[in-house]
């Protein structure tokens, strides 16, 4: 088994940009463009862990905005994927995306029951982040 060892990967014809092939050889993938950009695992009150975060913001119940230390190129053209742990027995619940507060340093989310108005802190959250960077 051979094993390579390097400290930075670049394109040879643009540097930014290194294809990969999929199973079969018939496919290739954006490595860049695959790579998650952001992701962060958090409690209503405290980040336990996270990748190219910068801040968190309570701005009340079930209501939080994530900061990114990198910008993405556009705050429309990125991806965000969320789940939430509810409270135990309840059921229904989401944590979502507030598409209208999406900016290319910060994204807000609403934890609370599905279908209404309502928010509420869910004990668990999720964050993954995908697009490319500014």
């Known amino acids: 088994m051979s094993e390579i060892l390097v400290n930075?990967?670049?394109?040879?014809?643009?540097?930014?940009?290194?294809?990969?092939?999929?199973?079969?050889?018939s496919t290739t993938t954006n490595l860049?463009?695959?790579?998650?950009?952001?992701?962060?695992?958090?409690?209503?009150?405290?980040?336990g862990d996270s990748h190219n975060h910068s801040s968190?913001?309570?701005?009340?119940?079930?209501?939080h905005?994530?900061?990114?230390?990198?910008?993405?190129?556009?705050?429309?053209?990125?991806?965000?994927?969320?789940?939430g742990f509810p409270q135990p027995?309840?059921?229904?619940?989401?944590?979502?995306?507030?598409g209208n507060d999406k900016t290319t340093t910060a994204t807000r989310y609403k934890g609370g029951p599905l279908h209404t108005a309502g928010t509420e802190d869910l004990p668990g959250n999720m964050f993954v982040i995908n697009g490319d960077l500014a």
């Not at 860049?32 to 980040?47: D, E, F, M, N, R």
């Not at 905005?65 to 789940?83: E, F, H, P, R």
């Not at 027995?89 to 507030?98: D, V």
């Open 56 to 63: 968190f913001t309570d701005n009340g119940t079930g209501d």
């Open 8 to 25: 930075k990967l670049t394109g040879t014809s643009t540097a930014g940009s290194i294809l990969v092939t999929g199973e079969g050889n």
């Open 65 to 83: 905005t994530l900061g990114l230390t990198n910008a993405m190129a556009s705050a429309v053209n990125y991806t965000t994927m969320t789940t």
């Open 32 to 47: 860049q463009q695959g790579l998650t950009k952001a992701w962060v695992y958090c409690t209503p009150s405290a980040i």
């Open 89 to 98: 027995a309840s059921y229904n619940r989401a944590l979502t995306p507030m």
